[in-house]
């Protein structure tokens, strides 16, 4: 392993490499979308998909009328056709804009029923259904490859009938949850850094002054020189031959010396063109800044990314939230 500098082959002092548990994850997402980025685009960056994903919803909470409020946090990962319905029109009437019956299904046409229908073809999201058991009282989600006559109660065991008015719920695939959400076991909803990963990728991509050309991408990778290092690369691009690295957080104050540290290690040993610093929450200070470029040896232009904020794309309220967004 190692790199050519001036017709010379000058060995790296990176012994293994192999991705990491956070790059197998990310790995599973992309190509879960076929590795086409503008469609990874289309989902990730767009404010209705992100927030059905995160199990979240700015019509929800104890402030909000019942009327008003959102079903969709509450199935953390599993919903039904209403309750996209539902949001859709909560969205409309907070921003007080009223839309034709022909623009709404165009909206379900296009946005939501063409992209579910992908979902569901990609194994991304999953049918079934929700069972009430008598016995336990629990309503479990069910998908059709378990559904019979009589099931087992994931709840307590007893044999349970399905009813026949029984609507059609979706899941969610851990594949989309576990690269959005940091933790699934807790109702933390703060995002995975592969959430911030695959932002700051599709910035790479689509800086036309910089990729105009090529681009390439590994997933997060893991490593240990030869004197027994062990660390990570989370970022890993080629933009016209240009050899990106760097690290991603969802809050920049997570940016501590030792990062500072890590990055220096790889500029001064792998010699990236560019060291890039992505983050999803807060702001990196200039101190953060002057202190890895006081630690780095070599030329290399330093990059600092924050997540753009999400908007909606429905007709009528396109490039919104201003007001609600997080």
């Known amino acids: 392993m190692g790199r050519v500098e001036k017709d010379i082959f000058i060995h790296s002092l990176i012994e293994v490499a192999g991705l990491s548990e956070a790059g197998m ?74 839309i034709t019956d022909f623009y ?40 059709y490859a378990e559904l019979n006559s009589i099931i087992a109660c994931k709840g307590c065991g007893s044999m349970i009938t399905p ?58 990778m893991e490593y240990r020189t030869k004197k027994g290092r062990k660390s990570d690369i989370d970022i890993l691009a080629i933009q016209d031959g240009r050899l990106v690295l760097g690290e991603a957080k969802n809050c920049a104050s997570e940016f501590n010396r030792n990062e500072m540290e890590a990055l220096a290690w790889l500029g001064n040993n792998v010699k990236p063109d560019k060291l890039i610093l992505a983050y999803n929450e807060g702001k990196i200070s200039e101190q953060r800044i002057i202190q890895l470029k006081s630690m ?15 908007t909606y794309s429905f007709r009528g309220v396109f490039g919104q939230p201003s007001k609600i967004t997080k």
């Open 296 to 310: 780095l040896e070599v030329e290399c232009e330093i990059l600092e990314y924050k997540v753009e904020k999400t």
């Open 163 to 220: 009813q026949m008015e029984t609507p059609i719920y979706y899941k969610l695939s851990e594949v989309i949850t576990r690269n959005i959400l940091s933790d699934l076991t807790k109702n933390s909803k703060d995002f995975d850094g592969n959430y911030t990963v695959l932002n700051a990728l599709l910035w790479l991509k689509n800086d036309i002054r910089n990729c105009s050309q090529s681009f390439l991408y590994s997933p997060s």
């Open 25 to 98: 994850r990310l790995s599973a997402f992309i190509n879960l979308f076929e590795n086409d980025w503008d469609l990874i685009k289309d989902f990730i960056l767009d404010r209705f998909w992100l927030q059905l994903f995160k199990y979240e919803s700015d019509f929800c909470g104890g402030n909000t009328k019942k009327e008003s409020r959102s079903e969709i946090p509450k199935g953390k990962g599993i919903f039904n056709y209403k309750d996209l319905i539902n949001e859709h029109k909560l969205i409309y009437d907070f921003y007080n804009v009223k």
């Open 104 to 143: 709404r299904e165009d909206d379900f046409e296009y946005d939501i029923n063409d992209k579910l229908q992908y979902l569901i073809d990609r194994q991304a999201v999953f049918i079934g259904t929700k069972v009430k058991c008598k016995k336990c009282g629990s309503n479990k989600w069910y998908s």
